[in-house]
């Protein structure tokens, strides 16, 4: 292989890495809001990403057979609405289930809670698991148009050529703005603060005349309808199955601890970071070494920085 090649695939690793980093990104910022906010470690995750893109699944399939509705830019509409609606039902089951063993009732329990938050938010992983199993079915789908095989072709007088997929770009900037725009929304608006201040300290934050309950609720929401929003991203070009949940949560928690827990800057860059090593590996090693150098700079990441890249060390009082 000689230089130039050389050069080319490493652009085009980059490249790709960085497209597919910014929709995991997006995922990662969901699961540190619930993190940063309620302090709960949610395993099920990556089954409300997967409820995310079957929702976009569907719903391109409802609109295209009772409408007529097609076009390549459909997917990735859908896949924004998909954000409402996983919001709803994960503001349900907050309000049924969660907070019996998050927040103010956490605290009356072994360990603030924390036990029972794990086994909850497992058994609900599992749950929803089986049940896309049994209402899916295991064959793998795909909501890919003809952007998900088109791109644009970048070259250089060397004869240097990088590809950039169509649907991959789309994806990346929607999955920026959507960041961009929450970010703008805990930074700026009266709600963002009331979360703020919850994760800060709850028990002030009660004294102030905040509800900590709904705040908690809320986020919630936010976090599992923003990562069902990069769900049905990321459906628009991959294939999908009921199971694929496990597969991206390793990536999920790895992207927000490199990022700093509790930190959306930190999250989001996390999840970048994972891409661009998931796709420069793809060039380099097999496919069954590839998830080892991503948790081997992980590993080297938290022996440096314990706290990720923008964490706050926190002393214990």
Not at 36 to 48: D, K, S, T, W
Request: hydrophobic share 50%; aromatic share 12%; glycine share 12%.
């Amino acid at each position: 292989m000689d230089i130039a090649q050389a050069i080319e695939n490493l652009l085009q690793s980059l490249v790709a890495g960085l497209l597919t980093g910014s929709t995991y990104g997006l995922m990662c910022v969901g699961l540190t809001i619930i993190f940063g906010v309620m302090r709960v470690i949610n395993f099920a995750q990556g089954e409300f990403m997967m409820l995310g893109m079957y929702f976009t699944y569907f719903c391109v399939r409802f609109l295209a057979a009772q409408f007529g509705l097609e076009g390549i830019y459909l997917p990735f509409f859908v896949a924004m609405l998909a954000g409402p609606v996983i919001y709803a039902f994960g503001n349900l089951l907050h309000r049924s289930l969660l907070n019996k063993v998050s927040g103010q009732q956490g605290h009356k329990l072994e360990a603030g809670g924390h036990y029972a938050q794990l086994v909850l938010t497992l058994g609900l992983a599992l749950i929803l698991q089986n049940g896309g199993l049994y209402f899916f079915g295991s064959t793998p789908v795909s909501v890919s148009t003809s952007l998900s095989y088109t791109a644009w072709e970048l070259g250089s007088p060397q004869g240097i050529s990088v590809f950039i997929n169509q649907a991959q770009s789309l994806a990346a900037v929607l999955a920026i703005a959507v960041v961009l725009i929450f970010g703008f929304i805990i930074a700026s608006s009266r709600l963002g603060k009331s979360l703020r201040a919850a994760a800060d300290n709850p028990d002030a934050a009660i004294y102030m005349g905040i509800d900590v309950e709904r705040a908690h609720r809320i986020a919630f929401g936010f976090g599992v309808g923003i990562t069902a929003i990069g769900g049905g991203l990321l459906a628009s070009y991959a294939p999908f199955q009921p199971y694929i949940g496990t597969e991206y949560v390793i990536i999920m928690y790895a992207g927000v601890v490199l990022g700093g827990l509790g930190s959306i800057r930190g999250a989001f860059l996390g999840g970048l970071s994972i891409g661009v090593l998931q796709q420069l590996s793809a060039s380099l090693l097999p496919n069954q070494l590839q998830n080892t150098v991503i948790f081997l700079c992980f590993l080297i990441v938290i022996l440096i920085r314990p706290n990720g890249f923008f964490g706050k060390s926190v002393r214990a009082a």
